[in-house]
């Protein structure tokens, strides 16, 4: 049974920074690319960042270019996603996908796999 777990959302203030962890199991995580994506509230989704099997390709979102650091553990089956100089536009639930192939800008369309979601606040 494939399963995403994402963990580490919360309230931060701006300027602040959370690390977000997505424990994969399930299927054999070192062979699918790995994405985070994000759905603000009353908007659509949002891609965010994207990272190939072996960790070594790496795309983001012009919105967090700079902020955001995708990295992935295929030992510990797990990616994550640091994220520093937080603002309230980044208020959103995040979700993590699994996808067989790569995809630099994806859609839905490119994951096979979900995670339920964690809900990132960004607030004074």
């Known amino acids: 049974q494939v399963q995403l777990v994402e963990s580490g959302g919360g309230l931060v203030q701006p300027g602040g920074s959370l690390r977000l962890s997505c424990a994969a199991s399930?299927?054999?995580?070192?062979?699918?690319?790995m994405y985070w994506v994000r759905q603000a509230p009353g908007k659509g989704l949002e891609w965010v960042s994207a990272?190939?099997?072996?960790?070594?390709?790496?795309y983001y979102a012009d919105s967090v270019k700079g902020r955001f650091t995708i990295s992935r553990d295929n030992a510990k089956n797990t990616v994550y996603l640091q994220m520093n100089g937080l603002n309230p536009d980044d208020t959103a639930a995040y979700y993590c996908?699994?996808?067989?192939?790569?995809?630099?800008?994806?859609?839905?369309?490119?994951?096979?796999?979900w995670g339920q979601g964690t809900q990132v606040t960004v607030s004074s």
């Open positions: 996908a699994a996808g067989a192939g790569w995809a630099s800008q994806p859609t839905s369309a490119d994951f096979d796999s």
């Open positions: 990272i190939n099997t072996g960790g070594g390709l790496k």
């Open positions: 399930g299927f054999t995580f070192s062979s699918y690319c």
